[in-house]
């Protein structure tokens, strides 16, 4: 089992003003704690779920690019991108740059995105939930071709590109893992199957007949279920002096057992540096041969 960490929230006790170096230290110590991934969300206004929506929130691949150089080992992507937010060949190029100046570390997280507030508020398009997975998967189509030597047009029902050009070249071959994030039965867990080689899934009662879904819809495609990874979101609360360790290596060890090989989520007050260094030397050794 992986441990990855999520940055949802930048809101820290310095403010913007120490916002960057804050952030840097929270990168490279979990990078040195051994976390496999550090990944962060593509919103642009602060989510519910997490605080009001004029929390701080910070452009997501900015933030990647500033965080390879702080980092020499984790793998970093966003948890994840809105397909809609960006043109694909635009996103293309942009995860291409970051695997090329991280060494080879770049994943292409993305979704059908959801959170129709900040589009409305920043002006951006937001189509209806078909259109929207639509254009899901035309994005990975674009980025999977853009990611190979094939420079022939494109031609979609919402994108037409007359040149995918993409040099240099990403570092990471055959291409950058592709983690699709969404539960969603019928469309988005297909589009897994067809496409990606990572899955993004929220705990709840359902979680294990998500991935019965998701194994039916590889035997539809043709696709080995055991190549996917198969990754699910967690809030790490280790308490004030790590009290609360074994029953993280505990939950992770009933996610494992399901064929979750990769926990990502927020670690509570990250900002502390103490939390990392706690989930580095007290669970991810322990949960390391599940």
Known sequence: MKI?????????PG?????????????????????????????????RSVGPSEGEMLEAYTTLGYLAAHTTRADLFTLVTGAIYREPGLLAK??????????????LGVGAAWNDEESRGLGFSFPETRERLERLEETVQICLQMWTD?????????YQLERPLNSPQALTRPHPPILIGGGGEKKTLRLVARYAQ?????????LARKL????????AEGRDYDEIEKTVYYRYDVGDNGENAQRIVDDLGGFAEMGFSHAIGQVK?????????????QVIPAVAGL
């Open 4 to 12: 990855g960490l999520q940055i949802p929230d930048f809101t820290y």
């Open 15 to 47: 403010g913007p003003a120490t916002l960057g170096t804050d952030l840097a230290a929270i990168a490279k110590t979990a990078d040195d704690a051994g976390f496999a991934a550090i990944a962060v969300m593509d919103h642009f206004f602060q989510i």
């Open 94 to 107: 942009i995860v291409t740059t970051l695997d090329v100046l991280s060494g080879g570390r770049a994943w």
């Open 150 to 158: 094939d420079e022939k047009p494109y031609h979609g029902r919402h």
């Open 198 to 206: 990572a899955c993004n899934l929220f705990p709840g009662p359902d």
């Open 212 to 219: 019965d879904v998701l194994r039916a819809h590889c035997e």
């Open 269 to 281: 007050e990250a900002h502390r540096l103490e939390p990392l260094e706690i989930i580095g030397g």
